[in-house]
């Protein structure tokens, strides 16, 4: 006999995993784009955003000032997200053994 009303799937929680280089560049790209673009619209807009993306993804196509900003805005990601290369999971405490 079947149950009855909605069936609801439980849902496996996200695994946490440490952050990948494409995750760290979308991130600090976005808030690059953010500073730099702020207030401009249509075509320009579009300019901007694809000069800061290229900038925050290929180290060579930056300029000085956009070279400043990823500079600025890195900092300011390490201080909030934590070092690059470091594991944004937690980590669960060591077991003990019963002596």
């Known amino acids: 006999m079947a149950k009855k009303g909605p069936w609801i799937k439980v849902r496996k929680p996200i695994s946490k995993y440490p952050e990948t280089p494409q995750q760290r560049n979308v991130r600090m790209g976005g808030a690059m784009i953010r500073a730099r673009c702020k207030g401009l619209k249509g075509t320009d807009f579009t300019n901007c955003r694809s000069e800061v993306l290229?900038?925050?993804?290929?180290?060579?196509?930056?300029?000085?000032?956009?070279?400043?900003l990823k500079d600025e805005v890195k900092e300011k990601i390490e201080e909030v997200y934590g070092a690059p290369h470091q594991k944004r999971v937690s980590q669960s405490p060591p077991i003990y053994s019963e002596v």
């Open 54 to 68: 290229q900038c925050a993804f290929h180290e060579d196509k930056c300029d000085i000032e956009l070279k400043e």
